[in-house]
């Protein structure tokens, strides 16, 4: 049995759904560090999405999986 395309639900922590990935993003707009700015950098490769700017500068490992960051998005939201 396989699931239906449309149905895919996706448990792979490196690979998030838009969908799941949009709801989220509604309720942690908020940096997680600073708690002040609107998170708007997005981490690389694992797709995190949960600091600011200013925050994300200095460092080097994603604060949700310790990844290694190999490239930050600033993200826009409009
Ligand atoms: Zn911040
Ligand atoms: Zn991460």
């Given at each position: 049995m396989k699931n239906q395309g449309s149905d895919q639900i996706s448990?792979?922590?490196?690979?998030e759904?838009?969908?799941t990935e949009n709801q989220r993003l509604k309720s942690l707009l908020l940096c997680m560090r600073?708690?002040?700015?609107d998170a708007n950098v997005l981490f690389l490769p694992c797709a995190h999405h949960r600091m600011c700017t200013d925050?994300?500068?200095g460092i080097s490992k994603c604060p949700v999986c310790q990844q290694t960051i190999q490239t930050s998005v600033q993200t826009v939201l409009t």
């Open positions: 448990q792979d922590c490196f690979h759904d838009p969908i600073c708690k002040s700015n925050c994300a500068r």
